[in-house]
């Protein structure tokens, strides 16, 4: 029989309905049930992509046994930490505090009143590696639960208040006025942990850097930093050429447990692939480099042909694991390139993409590499095609199918910079469509923006700071793509609600809005993690919205928030990638290019693509049709020029006279 999980939206909730665990989804009815019955609260946390979750899940609440012990001791509440990140950060913070580290899957022991006094992550069905198994723990904490109820109230009210008092906002002990003393600190810092050989930070695992890369290309086109650009190209081809790329069928995995980038951990997350498009579309435009064009479009088909949803969105993520096995669909033995391809073919094959029969896997098989160029490009294209397709016939991983406001806002942005820059309209539209469904099915009449959907039913949980953000984003990126008024209209809605609901005191802002649920601390992080910091893409939003606009309040806004994340920027840059991207667009613009011409001109295309293909951080683009009346300060009384398109460049609303070619724009 099903639990209660039943009717959940969330993908990874679903996965446990049919557990024996009486699971609850996150709630005040779990919360009242635990107090009725004297009970402690489980709470575990994790996605649907997890491979530990899932061996968590098989192991033990796949066991009747647990089950049986879960169920008459403990509420049980599961929790998608994409679906409710505020839980999961709270919690995350409190599982580090507790032990020192932190992961998923999350196992935390609530009191009814929501306050923890235990924390760990994944526990084995048996004891193994000095861990004990998780019934044993279970049995403990129960004991200690009826024996020792005082020092567990303690524990809990004692973490609560720890966990309250702490600040991960940056303190106001840099001068953020001078944007380029953080950047030559934070490029100390990098610098002595830099890779080298294989990019990236020293040592494994390793977790692509997107935001710090987007930060060492704009410092470089900004500044010329030749360091800072070679940081950026090693890291970004040393990704590109390992495993951690998917050679056949584009996108890139989660991470890297090795220091090569050759062997990934297998998930494929939609927010790790949108900012890395993004990253190597700026990088194509940056240097023209054929590797970073390729890349770039290869990561945008797989986005289109993988991930996209038939409401118009992207889904959250593909699983690692298939057949029950990490990485079984994505790996080769060379028995099974001779079956693909033949022996001769298979030989060619076996040495391009580094297969080999000890292997670099489990079971002897090979993550696919693409070290160097091949020579003939039809011929590797006819061997990608026939292993893509012989890969085709096996047990596809499970998609996670939820669309998430914050990283179809990153999607979003990276389609739209890559349907201009690349010159794929098809780019442009899908990113389009992906718009129309946040603004039609997220975004409800007062302005509220929620967070998940699955198959166009949306979820009750309103979007958090990064969801605002990342979605204003990705509307005004498409606005400078296509002059559409209404994408500017919205991003400008959206920030409006952000700074009326979710500001503190200090220039900063939370995580939730201020109606949100009360957990026992409204989160506030300015520190990116697998995705930019609400705050930190909220200050690049505010920059972005006064260089279109000329409304001062913006300006002084970012400044203000900039301030604030000032200090993490510098001593800490590789947890604020994108504040110091940020501070590199501030540091630059306002530069401005407002393109005027009729809708569908060619001529006007043209000067846009010019815009886009600038490198400059600070560049803001605005462009529509002589008739368009948005309120748009850089856009008003632009006129054509002898009845041709027109580019007007300007700094600071100060302009140059109209241009008519996109050389000149350049």
């Known amino acids: 029989m099903a ?13 446990h309905k049919d557990n024996p665990v009486d699971w609850r989804p996150w709630g005040d009815e779990a919360f009242a049930e635990a107090r009725d019955r004297d009970v402690p609260v489980f709470l575990s946390v994790g996605y649907s992509a997890c491979h530990w979750c899932h061996v968590m899940a098989h192991e033990s609440f796949e066991d009747q046994q647990t089950a049986d012990y879960l169920n008459e001791n403990f509420v049980s509440v599961k929790v998608d930490r994409e ?48 861990m004990p198994a998780f019934l044993q723990v279970l049995q403990a904490i129960q004991t200690a639960w009826d024996e020792r109820r005082d020092e567990i109230t303690k524990i809990g009210a004692d973490v609560s208040t720890h966990v309250r008092a702490s600040r991960h906002i940056g303190a106001d002990d840099v001068d953020a006025t001078d944007p380029d003393s953080i950047g030559v600190a934070a490029m100390a810092e ?9 990019g990236g930070t020293v040592g494994a695992p390793k977790f692509p850097p997107s935001m710090l890369v987007e ?27 390992g495993g951690l790329f998917d050679q056949l069928g584009g996108g890139f995995a989660r991470y890297s447990v090795d220091e090569r980038w050759d062997v990934p951990h297998f998930e494929k997350m939609l927010y790790d692939n949108a900012l890395l498009l993004r990253a190597y579309v700026h990088w194509y435009r940056q240097t023209r480099s054929p590797l970073a064009g390729r890349i770039a479009r290869e990561t945008a088909d797989f986005l289109l042909r993988d991930l996209r949803t038939r409401e118009g969105g992207f889904a959250s993520a593909l699983d690692a694991d298939s057949d029950g096995r990490e990485g079984a669909f994505y790996v080769w033995s060379r028995l099974d390139l001779d079956t693909a391809l033949g022996p001769d073919d298979a030989a060619i094959a076996a040495t391009r993409f580094g297969v080999s029969d000890p292997g670099n896997f489990e079971g002897g098989a090979s993550t696919l590499r693409l070290y160097h160029d091949p020579d003939d490009w039809v011929e590797h294209a006819d061997l990608v095609r026939r292993l893509f397709e012989e890969r085709a016939r096996r047990t ?30 098809l780019y442009l539209d899908v990113a389009e469509a992906a718009a129309e469904l946040l603004v039609t099915s997220h975004l409800d009449d007062t302005g509220r923006l929620y967070r998940v959907s699955l198959d166009g039913v949306v979820g009750d949980t309103e979007g958090l700071l990064e969801d605002y953000a990342c979605t204003a984003d990705g509307l005004l990126t498409l606005y400078a793509a296509t002059g559409s008024a209404r994408w500017f209209e919205r991003a400008r809605a959206l920030v409006g609600r952000v700074l009326e609901r979710f500001a503190d005191d200090h220039g900063g802002y939370f995580d939730t ?41 913006y300006l002084a806004k970012a400044e203000r928030l900039l301030q604030r994340l000032a200090g993490l920027a510098a001593k800490a840059p590789r947890f604020a990638g994108h504040s110091l991207a940020v501070f590199e667009a501030w540091a630059d613009g306002p530069r401005q290019v407002a393109v005027v011409g009729a809708d569908g001109d060619a001529a006007r295309q043209a000067l846009v693509r010019a815009a886009f293909e600038l490198a400059h951080p600070g560049v803001v683009i605005a462009q529509g049709s002589p008739s368009a009346t948005p309120d748009v300060s850089l856009f008003v009384q632009r006129t054509l020029v002898d009845g041709h398109a027109a580019a007007y460049v300007c700094r600071d609303f100060v302009c140059q006279l109209p241009v008519t070619d996109p050389e000149a724009v350049r």
């Open 513 to 553: 809005a201020d109606d949100a649920e009360q957990l026992i601390k409204r989160p506030q992080d300015a520190a990116d993690n697998a995705t930019p910091s609400g705050q930190a893409m909220l200050a690049g939003v505010l920059l972005h919205l006064h260089g279109l606009t000329a409304d001062d309040a």
């Open 83 to 130: 679906e409710r990140p505020d839980v999961d950060a709270v919690y995350m913070e409190v599982t580090q505090a507790m032990t020192g580290q932190g992961g998923w899957p999350m196992s935390v022991m609530l009191t009814p009143d929501g306050e923890p006094f235990f924390a760990g992550t994944y526990f084995p069905r048996e004891p193994r590696h000095g």
């Open 190 to 198: 990098l610098e002595r942990t830099f890779d080298d050989e294989h």
């Open 3 to 15: 639990n209660r999980l039943v009717h959940a939206t969330s993908p990874y909730l679903l996965q």
């Open 396 to 425: 596809h991983p499970a998609r996670d199918g939820k669309v998430v406001a914050a990283w179809n806002g990153l999607a979003i942005a990276a389609l739209a910079d890559a349907g201009i820059v690349l010159g794929d309209p």
């Open 215 to 241: 930060f060492l290309l704009r410092r470089a086109a900004r500044t010329g930093d030749e360091r800072a650009l070679e940081m950026a190209e090693r890291t970004l081809e040393a990704m590109a050429r």
